[in-house]
């Protein structure tokens, strides 16, 4: 059912040096800063051969990896992401098999402007894990 990965999502306290980081020891292509408002984070896109990594920061007072920081002071990865080619199939299968979908169950439209969902982390060894629609 899962494609392939799309990204692997990091937290950083900050963006300027963890861009820094991937840019310039790292050698990776990264993107502008981009606020996004709606989902309480700033974010820079690294671009890998095979994926991506999302670099993220909270943007805004109701941030809601705002605790994920205050918890990991020193960042961390906070979530993967897979590719589905239905996501209101897979949000199904993952509930007829047990796995709870966070939030109302209804896709939202993510950082990609594609639909998004979040399953469980405790479903998934610990894991948050996010669908999107390929």
């Known amino acids: 059912m899962i494609g392939k990965l799309n990204h692997v999502a990091i937290v950083v306290p ?8 991937y840019r310039d020891t790292l050698g990776a292509a990264v993107s502008q800063p981009v606020d996004l408002a709606p ?10 051969p095979n994926t991506k990594i999302e670099l993220l920061h909270p943007f805004g007072e109701k941030s809601p990896i705002a605790g994920f920081l205050e918890k990991n002071p020193s960042g961390g990865i906070h979530h993967i992401c897979y590719e ?17 979908v966070l939030g109302d169950g209804e896709p939202k439209i993510g950082a990609h402007d594609k639909p998004v969902l979040f399953l469980h982390p405790k479903d998934f060894c610990g894991t948050l ?6």
Do not use: S
């Open 14 to 21: 900050d963006l300027t040096a963890a861009t820094a980081l």
């Open 39 to 48: 989902h309480g984070v700033t974010v820079v896109f690294v671009e890998l």
């Open 84 to 100: 589905v080619d239905d996501i209101l199939a897979a949000r199904d299968r993952m509930k007829a098999q047990g796995a709870r």
């Open 129 to 134: 894990v996010e669908l999107e629609q390929a």
